[in-house]
């Protein structure tokens, strides 16, 4: 296995396929890939992905059924690939669970960026008591019960645990992609301080958006639909929110805390 783990790229185009698969294996994943949307859901389930790159425009079925179909066995992080014509229905299509787009033609540099952004960040499925060398964090571990102690965030019924990367709403737990998580993550260690959809656009794409880095209606829009998706997952009341805030033509903030 490659020190970071499984990617897995579905793309038909062979000259893109072959970039996707010198990038990632360069920095540092045992790659796998497929030509068409019915192997790459395959060969997804085979190895077990990490990390999958995924062509919005395949041979046999489009790459919004591939995520459909894929989400049901994997939390593998998605990053889909569209041409430029396509980037609003892709955006739209984070809602079926991916957590990133790439406009084609991409440079290499942005892809690693993004990949590498999200490798700091790693989730590790409930259940799993032993982090795979692909997971475990550079942060320093204290001990098990030290570290863990501080590691919950909670508010308004909802907890978060930033070791695990769970997040249970009255002790159920939720399934979120990174993107979601991530987000949802940088509300709740707030105090309830507004970010922008630009703070939000860098929480899930990394340092790579740096400061100066200019960011797209399109970037925002997608954040705009993660947040949907956690609205969702949360079952947020639009009139009443328990966790996110709308700041209209600004951004979000964490809703105050309620009395018990
Ligand atoms: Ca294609």
Redesign the pocket.
């Known amino acids: 296995m490659g020190d970071l783990g499984v990617a897995v790229v579905i793309?038909?185009?062979v000259d893109v396929r072959n970039l996707l698969d010198a990038v990632l294996q360069q920095a540092g994943f045992e790659v796998h890939s497929a030509g068409t949307g019915r192997d790459g859901v395959d060969v997804a389930r085979q190895r077990q992905a990490n990390v999958i790159t995924l062509?919005?425009?395949?041979p046999d079925i489009d790459g919004f059924e591939v995520l459909r179909r894929i989400r049901q066995f994997s939390d593998a992080y998605v990053v889909m690939l569209t041409g430029r014509d396509e980037e609003l229905d892709t955006i739209t299509a984070l809602q079926g669970g991916a957590d990133d787009y790439i406009v084609k033609p991409f440079r290499p540099r942005e892809l690693r960026a993004r990949i590498t952004a999200m490798l700091r960040r790693p989730r590790v499925a409930a259940g799993d008591d032993a982090p795979t060398p692909a997971e475990s964090g550079p942060v320093g571990s204290a001990g098990p019960a030290g570290s863990r102690r501080g590691a919950v965030l909670q508010h308004n019924g909802l907890a978060l645990d930033t070791e695990t990367r769970t997040v249970a709403l009255g002790g159920t737990p939720l399934g979120l992609t990174r993107s979601e998580f991530d987000l949802l993550h940088e509300l709740l260690k707030g105090t309830g301080a507004v970010r922008t959809r630009a703070d939000l656009v860098r929480v899930v794409r990394g340092e790579y958006y740096g400061e100066d880095t200019y960011i797209s209606e399109a970037d925002e829009r997608a954040v705009e639909v993660h947040i949907g998706n956690l609205r969702r997952k949360l079952r947020e009341d639009p009139q009443d929110p328990r966790w996110l805030v709308t700041v209209r033509g600004v951004g979000y903030r964490l809703a105050p805390k309620r009395a018990e």
């Open positions: 793309e038909d185009d062509d919005v425009g395949l």
